[in-house]
């Protein structure tokens, strides 16, 4: 049975938790939204073209996906995967998937660099921060970014899928955070979006003009998931009229 307090894994509902701890280090002035991210990843190739941190957010980088390059490395189980082989795979690219800036196309991968851009920038381990920055003045208890090990906690959700008839488990996901990771709650989640609609420890008038701010092509124009979408993405997030979320 679950309840406001079981704990799940949270997937890429984790990306705007990411574009978070970004955002508190622009706030800074520690980080850049318009700079080339090779200044903080000086070892990524140069793809010819700039890739600002902001490409980033918004995927429109044309990074390629940190999860289907651990598939096609021959890594069937991502949860047998860590975060050094998957930023590996990401930092080997030495191609964009398409002119960056021009198109939006959804990676983890251009999020798992980013978590490794706030890793760098902070002096502190990616989970580390998002856990004492971002969900610890939230009062986010039993919420935190995954590090190489699963929640042991007994009030955990699990999955499950049917093979061959019979029902078995099959929950594995990667263990480490970036462009999923965050493992939260019902009870927590309120917490979160209490601070967002009044409680502005964390979403500070500042941080909920840089995480709203749609992202914009290279032509000015304001990215879009599709043509055919009238919803604008910002940062980690969609936004419509009158919400946004993932």
């Known amino acids: 049975a679950m309840n406001a307090d079981t704990q799940f894994y949270a997937a890429s509902v984790s990306k ?29 190739p140069d793809y010819g073209h700039k890739v600002s941190v902001a490409m980033l957010t918004n995927h429109t980088a044309g990074i390629r996906d940190s999860l289907d390059l651990l598939y096609l490395s021959g890594q069937s189980d991502v949860a047998a995967a860590n975060r050094a082989q998957a930023l590996k795979l990401t930092l ?21 660099l980013l978590s490794e851009i706030v890793e760098r920038v902070s002096g502190e381990p990616f989970a580390a921060y998002v856990n004492r920055a971002v969900l610890k003045p939230l009062g986010m208890t039993r919420s935190f970014i995954l590090s190489g090990a ?3 906690d007994a009030n955990i959700a699990r999955g499950y ?37 009044s409680g502005q420890k964390v979403w500070t008038p500042a941080i909920r003009k840089l995480m709203l701010e749609p992202g914009h092509f290279n032509d000015g124009t304001i990215v879009r998931r599709s043509e055919r979408s009238n919803q604008a993405y910002a940062a980690g997030l969609t936004v419509g009229p009158n919400w946004f979320g993932h």
Not at 18 to 37: F, P, S
Not at 92 to 112: M, V
Not at 163 to 192: M, Q, R
């Open 16 to 44: 705007q938790f990411t574009t978070l701890a970004a955002m508190q280090l622009v706030e800074k002035g520690k980080l850049r939204l318009d700079d080339d991210i090779r200044k903080y990843l000086p070892e990524l």
């Open 92 to 112: 080997a690219q030495t191609a964009t998937k398409f002119e960056p800036g021009t198109r939006y196309d959804y990676s983890n991968g251009g999020y798992l």
């Open 161 to 197: 899928q049917t093979v061959d008839g019979k029902v078995v488990l099959a929950d594995s996901y990667p263990l480490f955070g970036g462009s999923g990771g965050l493992i939260t709650t019902i009870n927590d989640l309120a917490k979160y979006d209490r601070d967002i609609d």
């Open 150 to 152: 699963r929640s042991t």
